[in-house]
């Protein structure tokens, strides 16, 4: 258990659909990292929150969107999916000042 | 384009044998990470170097930092089943966000 808790483990899902993916960090770790991994495009950085704040943008569609919440428990929502969607999206988190990252098991998408 | 080039992208080795990974860049990095991911899993961190030039080492696993901190190696010897898995570096730029190369698919057979 690397500490990082992602929910759920697996997701089969249809087209045009939403979808919820949740990420716990690693007790004391304040920035959350999502990341999109495909076979053909390996690790995509999609977005990054710090603290409840917004604090970095990677290749992140307009149909998805995240937040990191108060008790520091982030979501990414996925929405009008596509078959170009389906993907294993990890969370990752490190603590301020440390480039560690640890990452969850993964949420499994599969979009039909 | 990937930021980070890693090769070779498969390298499959019998058990024993001795192992080097490359990673390169064009771009400068404060840090380079280098992780490994089962099947299944997320990445698992293996290890952090900041310093240009700097040489780690975890039990068989050697790690190099160039000196101009644009590449690394990741250096295997006495190759074990246990080994195999994809190896990723990661180095960052801005803030604490990785990028990440596309990755190397490494199997030991026994």
């Known amino acids: 258990d690397s500490g990082v808790t992602q929910t759920p483990k697996h997701l089969i899902t249809a087209t045009g659909q939403r979808v919820t993916l949740r990420c716990s960090p690693r007790?004391?770790?304040?920035?959350v990292y999502w990341y999109q991994q495909s076979l053909d495009q390996g690790l995509q950085f999609l977005i990054q929150y710090y603290n409840g704040e917004e604090r970095a943008k990677g290749n992140i569609l307009e149909r998805f969107s995240a937040q990191q919440f108060p008790d520091l428990h982030s979501e990414l929502n996925l929405s009008s999916l596509e078959l170009g969607d389906s993907a294993l999206y990890f969370c990752?988190?490190?603590?301020?000042?440390?480039?560690?990252?640890?990452f969850g098991s993964g949420t499994r998408l599969t979009v039909v | 384009t990937q930021l980070l080039e890693q090769s070779p992208q498969f390298l499959s080795i019998q058990e024993g044998e001795n192992l080097t990974v490359y990673c390169n860049s064009s771009?400068?990095?404060?840090?380079l990470q280098w992780y490994r991911q089962e099947p299944g899993e997320g990445p698992v961190l293996l290890v952090t170097?900041?310093?240009?030039?700097e040489v780690k080492k975890l039990k068989r696993l050697t790690f190099q930092f160039g000196d101009a901190r644009k590449d690394s190696s990741l250096h295997i010897t006495a190759a074990q089943p246990g080994d195999t898995g994809l190896y990723l570096c990661?180095?960052?730029?801005?803030?604490?966000?990785?990028?990440f190369g596309a990755g190397t698919t490494v199997t030991v057979r026994a």
């Open positions: 771009s400068v990095f404060s840090s």
């Open positions: 990752a988190s490190s603590p301020q000042g440390n480039y560690g990252y640890t």
């Open positions: 170097v900041v310093t240009g030039g």
């Open positions: 007790s004391g770790d304040l920035s």
């Open positions: 990661a180095g960052a730029l801005i803030g604490y966000k990785l990028s």
